[in-house]
């Protein structure tokens, strides 16, 4: 069976340590948790961060 491929969709500082536990159980296909780096990218541009979930919700089955 394969598994899903999932988009995580959170808001970081109230989220994050519950997605963390959701990526963990091992369920979800392995995808790499986003730098904040790349999060700061995004937003430097007008649209930046729509572009970038657009982008990344491409393939993905779920959205958690």
């Given at each position: ?10 808001h970081f ?10 990526r ?17 990218k995004?937003r ?21």
């Amino acid at each position: 069976m394969t598994k899903p491929q999932v988009f995580y969709s959170f808001h970081f500082d109230n989220d994050v340590m519950r997605v963390q536990q959701i990526r963990n159980i091992g369920v979800i296909e392995g995808n790499m948790p986003v730098s904040k780096n790349d999060w700061e990218k995004a937003r430097r541009t007008p649209g930046g961060i729509k572009k970038w979930i657009d982008e990344n919700m491409k393939y993905k089955s779920c959205v958690v």
